[in-house]
């Protein structure tokens, strides 16, 4: 009777245990996720403000594979590609993607887990000839390439 | 609005191509229309990219993507007859999604 009881409650605790882990387990899934949308940093007018909303401004990074186009006939649709050689810059969590002269440089952030490879591919507006910026958090840091795009709208070229 | 969103995932070696086309206006609030007047802003906010369920990719755009939204991730694996969806909500709470197989 007795270590029938013990059994029981032996049971009992180790069903409670097994919530409990499994709660902890799922965890770690939130935590890469961008919660919220970065609301501040969408809402910057400079490229400047942007940068330090993320809290610093980047370092250079060879690990950044940033593809644009060198002339955009069409500024409305411009595909960006942002590929990391994860060789060089491990680790990165999240990317963003800013078109310097934009009314509000930042275009779009990416939270990317680990079972996922960093490599994002869109199309962005930009607004006229400027920079385009890449840039990747890794690790809390953050790091970017940037490249220029000439935007030839009305057709006289750049 | 299953519609809305055309998906293809391809599995390339060990890697899966994942490539997503929305139709949305994408507006950015700036423009106006024949008449002067503003065009409100609509755009996609969020668009998340899922693997069997679980959340693979989340992406926050803001007004400066495309209309008509091209994202394109590649995942890690993933055997041929996986399921990945892509959902998007946009600023007015308009909600999009799409779903297909791994092949």
Known sequence: MKSQRFRGVTRRTLLGMGSVTAFVAALPSQVWALATRPAPAFGATDVDTVFSVLGSTPKHSDGIVFSVPDIAENGAVVPVKIEIDDTVLPGVSKLYVLVEKNPNPLAAVFGVPENTRPYVETRVKVAQTCQLYAVAEADGQLFMVSRETKVTLGGCGG | ?103
Request: proline share 5%; net charge neutral; hydrophobic share 35%.
């Open chain 2, 1 to 103: 609005m299953a519609s809305r969103i055309r998906i293809r995932a391809q599995l390339k070696g060990d890697e899966c191509e994942v490539k997503a086309l929305m139709r949305h206006p994408m507006e950015t609030g700036l423009r106006k229309d024949q008449l002067g007047d503003p065009i409100p802003a609509r755009f996609i906010e969020e668009v998340t990219v899922s693997h069997n369920g679980s959340t693979v990719l989340a992406a926050f755009w803001g007004a400066a993507v495309s209309a008509n939204p091209f994202l394109g991730t590649r995942l890690q694996g993933g055997p041929v007859g996986d399921t990945v969806n892509v959902s998007w909500r946009d600023n007015l709470g308009e909600t999009g999604e799409g779903e297909t197989k791994i092949r």
